[in-house]
T-cell receptor
Framework: NAGVMQNPRHLVRRRGQEARLRCSPMKGHSHVYWYRQLPEEGLKFMVYLQKENIIDESGMPKERFSAEFPKEGPSILRIQQVVRGDSAAYFC????????????FGSGTQLSVL | AQSVSQHNHHVILSEAASLELGCNYSYGGTVNLFWYVQYPGQHLQLLLKYFSGDPLVKGIKGFEAEFIKSKFSFNLRKPSVQWSDTAEYFCAVKEGGGSYIPTFGRGTSLIVHP
């Protein structure tokens, strides 16, 4: 009865490299949310996806960041040409659908950019 | 845009002390309110939620929260904390009726000394 799985737990990249963060939602959940947590800041919404659709990406930086949730496989948050300011904890959450109920969170990926 | 304020960023208490963490939000319409907790090394999990009805909500582990509409507040309380309550606490607000994306506060770090 696995929960939301994120990998890797820790990711180290040098400036200019690409970072790919993966999120497998809970079984039966078709909606995924990505949040970013910067030091001394709260969880900032980035993007909300349904299978094969981006529903809301109002929190995504306009450049270098992209997200997908294909029909098969995990959701991927991709950061191209990383910079030091991208260092943060990235959390994924899932829900069974458009719902007012709680979100189920993964343990997060800590991205460190050297 | 919706905003959520948690004014206490770091709280240090001794065991058996009473706890109150503040949460204020900016949206004037119908809201759904949540408190999440993140224990060290773990994922965020729901403590309690308010959708409608009795404004005093009871959650897990002896926590409760009171929704005061006139003050746009949803403060979290516990009469007697334990060392195991050491964690990060996040307030979240979702606009009722159409938004499925919760906005989180910056979080409050609680340390309970034995």
């Amino acid at each position: 009865n696995a929960g939301v799985m994120q990998n890797p737990r820790h990711l180290v990249r040098r400036r200019g490299q690409e970072a790919r963060l993966r999120c497998s939602p809970m079984k039966g959940h078709s909606h995924v949310y990505w949040y970013r947590q910067l030091p001394e800041e709260g969880l900032k919404f980035m993007v909300y996806l349904q299978k094969e659709n981006i529903i809301d990406e109002s929190g995504m930086p306009k450049e270098r960041f992209s997200a997908e949730f294909p029909k098969e496989g995990p959701s991927i948050l991709r950061i191209q040409q990383v910079v030091r300011g991208d260092s943060a904890a990235y959390f994924c959450a899932s829900s069974p659908g458009r719902t007012n109920e709680k979100l189920f969170f993964g343990s997060g990926t800590q991205l460190s950019v050297l | 845009a919706q905003s959520v304020s948690q004014h206490n960023h770091h709280v240090i208490l001794s065991e058996a002390a009473s706890l109150e963490l503040g949460c204020n939000y900016s949206y004037g319409g119908t809201v759904n309110l949540f408190w999440y907790v993140q224990y060290p090394g773990q994922h965020l999990q729901l403590l309690l939620k308010y959708f409608s009805g009795d404004p005093l909500v009871k959650g897990i582990k002896g926590f409760e929260a009171e929704f005061i509409k006139s003050k746009f507040s949803f403060n979290l309380r516990k009469p007697s904390v334990q060392w195991s309550d050491t964690a990060e606490y996040f307030c979240a607000v979702k606009e009722g009726g159409g938004s499925y994306i919760p906005t989180f506060g910056r979080g409050t770090s609680l340390i309970v000394h034995p």
